[in-house]
């Protein structure tokens, strides 16, 4: 574990590291941030946005809290999307999950946590919206991993629900919602393959927020 002085010491090294690689770094990276990425993930300190996908500083647009949630009265979340949908023109929007993860395990454990109660309850919220499934798993483990995934799609369908994803998303062809579980174990990201657009149409039933049912209604079309 590095001291605290010595953060700073790999600081320097970090510096001259990158301006050995490319003598302009420095000066490229103030002038403005472009990512195509943003990156919702767990604040757990194993699970690194950039270095687990192999991203250089300005590639990636990132929010991590404890357990990836995507709740639509946090505004710190909101924020971050809205942002990085409207300003940024973010291409894809992953949320970004992982085994063993504290958040989730606490979430399944049935006990007062005190104020972490209201931030759990959304992932008891999951393991409920998907109890038939979740109760069928006899072991333990490969329940606790499973609720991470569906934790994981229950966000990302979070994000697919935000107005400014919907009407990007109708104008433009993107961003595109992703879900992955990084697995501490081996080091790997997996693709939950989620259909992105199937979602989307079979939310918009009730979350259509692109303004067009509305339209279409005033219009006395369909
Ligand atoms: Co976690």
Redesign the pocket.
Known sequence: MATYEQIFENNRKWVADMKAKDTDFFEKLAREQTPDYLYIG???SR?PANEIMGLEPGDVFVHRN???LVNNTDLNVMSVINFAVKHLDVKHIIVC??YN????KAAMTPKDMGLLNPWLRTIRDVYRLHEDELDSITDEQKRYSRLVELNVIEQATNVIKIAGVQKNYQKQGYPIVHGWVFDLHSGILIDLNIDFKNILKRIQKIYDLTGIASKHNEDGDD
């Open positions: 767990c604040s757990d699970v404890v357990a990836n999950g992982h993860c504290g958040g989730v």
